[in-house]
Structures are given as structure tokens and as C-alpha cells.
């Protein structure tokens, strides 16, 4: 079973914010959110992933609702570069331990000119 | 910063053939994963190691084999291979301590089945 729930395409015009929406109504309390990218035919690259807080690297931000069933990937400024496939994840946080990472679907991201 | 390598980065082999894929990991990482990404499709699970012992499967072909080696690389065996095989098979290596660690994926190998 899925469990997360991703559009299947979004556009976004460059030099704008991408906001990607994930659903996860399922989440546990010990699972984390993680999003990857796949830009064509490349390997899958980290953004970013978090608990429950809001996170912000130099990539993206992650916003997480207070209840965690659902978050959204910021983009602040895409450019065509960032024209890929979208993963969100839940994996379980293990200590000591390290965890596959099953993709869903994923969300096609066109950023236009 | 180095990054998983993979060869061959494209491989082309015939029905029945064998083939056999390598990874190396980024050095000090014990967690290697094998994915297998058909045309069209979303990267699908195969098998990782931990330590160089098995620590997951997914829906790996009875056909396939693989292993993690004294020095963390592993190596991915196809054998009797099918047209169905033709995809693009990921390598991703983590260190599995404390808790939620990325994993670092390679570049593919771009494999052909005639």
C-alpha cells in the first residue's frame, strides 16, 4: 500500500516558489519524511527530510503539518534545473540501524521559461 | 566529496547471457542497496547489505544474486538474463549510524538485454 499520495505533475514558472504537496496520513510517530529527486535518468538525490519540525537547507525547505499527516517540499526560486521527479517518503528512523527507501509515484515537476 | 561509483555505467548483453554489476560505496558507509529502474517506471527494490551480511529483500529475481565484500562493495549477479531485465539498476550506499542517515545513489548502470 501507498503511503504517500503525491500529485502526479505540477508546473511551476522559473525563478518562482515550487510547492509540492504530499500526503501522509498514515505516518507514524516514528517516521520521517524524506524528499528525493530524479532528474532524468540520473540517480535519485537527496532535498531534505524531517520529524515534525520545519527543516531549510540550501536546497529546499520542508513544511510539516502539526498533525503530520501531510507536508510540502518548498523550491524558493526553481530554475529549469530543477525540472525532475519528486519523491516524498516515510521511513522508519532507526538508531544504528539503516532502512531501505521505497519510492512511490512521485510528482513530474516542469519548471516553464 | 566522493560519491558512489558504479560500473559499468552501460552494459549490453544477450538473452541467457550473465551479467554482473558493481558498487562502490562512499568510503566508511556499511549499507549498500541494489534498485532496479524499468522504463517509465519508479526505482523498485531489490536487496541492500548491512556489514556484509543480507539485511533486506525485495522483489529480486530468484535469477540475481548479489554481495557485499570485505572492502563494502558489492556486486549484483544476473544471470539467464531476460529482455525483461533491460532497465537501469541504482547502487545507494548509507552509514547506518544513529538514526535516519541519507542514502547516496550512483549514477546506474544502463543495462540492455537484446
Known amino acids: 500500500d501507498a503511503k504517500t499520495t503525491q500529485p502526479t505533475s505540477m508546473d511551476c514558472a522559473e525563478g518562482r516558489a515550487a510547492n509540492l504537496p504530499c500526503n501522509h496520513s498514515t505516518i507514524s510517530g516514528n517516521e520521517y519524511v524524506y524528499w528525493y529527486r530524479q532528474i532524468h535518468s540520473q540517480g535519485p538525490q537527496y532535498i531534505i527530510h524531517?520529524?515534525?519540525n520545519n527543516e531549510t537547507n540550501e536546497m529546499a525547505s520542508l513544511i510539516i503539518t502539526e498533525d503530520r499527516k501531510s507536508s510540502t517540499l518548498i523550491l524558493p526560486h526553481a530554475t529549469l534545473r530543477d525540472t525532475a521527479v519528486y519523491y516524498c517518503i516515510v521511513r522508519v528512523a532507526w538508531v544504528n540501524r539503516d532502512d531501505k527507501i521505497i519510492f512511490g509515484k512521485g510528482t513530474r515537476l516542469h519548471i516553464l521559461p | 566529496a566522493a560519491g558512489v561509483i558504479q560500473s559499468p555505467r552501460h552494459l549490453i548483453k544477450e538473452k541467457r547471457e550473465t551479467a554482473t554489476l558493481k558498487c562502490y560505496p562512499i568510503p566508511r558507509h556499511d549499507t549498500v542497496y541494489w534498485y532496479q529502474q524499468g522504463p517509465g517506471q519508479d526505482p523498485q527494490f531489490l536487496i541492500s547489505f548491512y556489514e556484509k551480511m543480507q539485511s533486506d529483500k525485495g522483489s529480486i529475481p530468484d535469477r540475481f544474486s548479489a554481495q557485499q565484500f570485505s572492502d563494502y562493495h558489492s556486486e549484483l549477479n544476473m544471470s539467464s538474463l531476460e529482455l525483461g531485465d533491460s532497465a537501469l539498476y541504482f547502487c545507494a550506499s548509507s552509514l547506518a549510524e544513529g538514526a535516519n542517515e541519507k542514502l547516496f545513489f550512483g549514477s546506474g548502470t544502463q543495462l540492455s538485454v537484446l
Open positions: 524531517g520529524l515534525k
